[in-house]
């Protein structure tokens, strides 16, 4: 399907109650793999089948550019034909801006969901800080859009990724994402561990595990002999607490995350009140 043959049915819905599915959704496919990657591909193939869908996605990879966007640099969208044969457009920009530029050029009657992946590596824990993925899902929650970010969490570097996994769990599961009722401004981010399909164990709602790398920046030397740094980092602290996303996929699980826009620490507020401002008040009468 091809998001050109736009329905007139009017504005998008909003994600504090539940998507209709008594008719086809509009639905944005984004990455930040690159539009010609294999699991944007794979997203949209899934998309099509619940939906009108329109792929707006980076020319290149972006991966670990989190919820940037692009500022004082115009940019250009093309469009492209996939390996798979749909339509899109490429963008020269960060997932952020496909999704912005999507919302205002492909969907003069809104958008009803954005998807972003199939991502080719987990998304999982503090990483999500960084994840391009899942910054093109919380843009959509920004722009009041049922959102989900869906990674494949391999390991091993040159593995293949099972995308079919996550195309069977996608093909179950996304009408009952869709359908959840959500608190405002909530996206969700789901990994699904690279391993066959009838190796999944379940599926479980998890909240975020913590991820700590050591040797983030690496020193190294070019030919020349010129210092240059490596950034990457090994895992050196990955929560095993269950309940967590990373134990969940460690499990053989599939993770489904809620993640809100609200970075607030609402536990922190009420010790500052009374360390802070009660000083400031006993100072104030002295």
């Known amino acids: 399907m091809w998001a050109g043959e736009s329905r007139s049915s009017g504005s998008g819905r909003g994600f504090e109650g539940a998507v209709d599915f008594s008719d086809l959704m509009r639905i944005l496919v984004t990455n930040d793999d690159g539009v010609f990657s294999a699991g944007l591909e794979t997203m949209a193939e899934v998309a099509s089948q619940f939906g009108e869908v329109v792929v707006c996605a980076p020319d290149r990879e972006r ?35 496909c999704v912005n530029l999507a919302l205002t ?16 590596g987990p998304n999982l824990g503090w990483d999500v800080t960084y994840s391009g993925t899942v910054g093109g899902a919380l843009e959509g929650a920004v722009n009041g859009i049922r959102s989900i970010a869906v990674s494949v969490a391999k390991y091993v570097e040159d593995a293949p990724p099972h995308y079919e996994t996550a195309v069977a769990w996608m093909q179950e599961w996304l009408p009952k994402l869709v359908s959840a009722t959500l608190p405002k401004h909530c996206m969700l981010n789901v990994n699904v561990p690279s391993i066959a399909p009838v190796e999944v164990r379940g599926t479980r709602i998890t909240r975020m595990g913590m991820r700590v790398y050591a040797d983030r920046v690496e020193r190294r030397e070019d030919p020349w002999g010129k210092p240059y740094y490596w950034q990457g980092g090994v895992v050196i602290v990955d929560s095993t607490q269950p309940g967590t996303d990373v134990h969940a996929v460690n499990e053989g699980f599939v993770s489904v995350t809620p993640v809100r826009l609200d970075w607030t620490d609402h536990e922190a507020i009420p010790d500052l009140v009374e360390t802070l401002l009660e000083a400031d008040r006993e100072e104030d009468a002295s």
């Open 63 to 97: 991966s670990a550019c989190g919820h940037s966007m692009t500022l004082r640099e115009p940019l250009r969208a093309r469009e492209v034909r996939l390996m798979n044969g749909m339509r899109g457009y490429e963008v020269n920009g960060l997932p952020v801006d």
């Open 105 to 120: 050029e492909y969907f003069p009657d809104g958008c009803d969901l954005v998807l972003s992946g199939i991502n080719n």
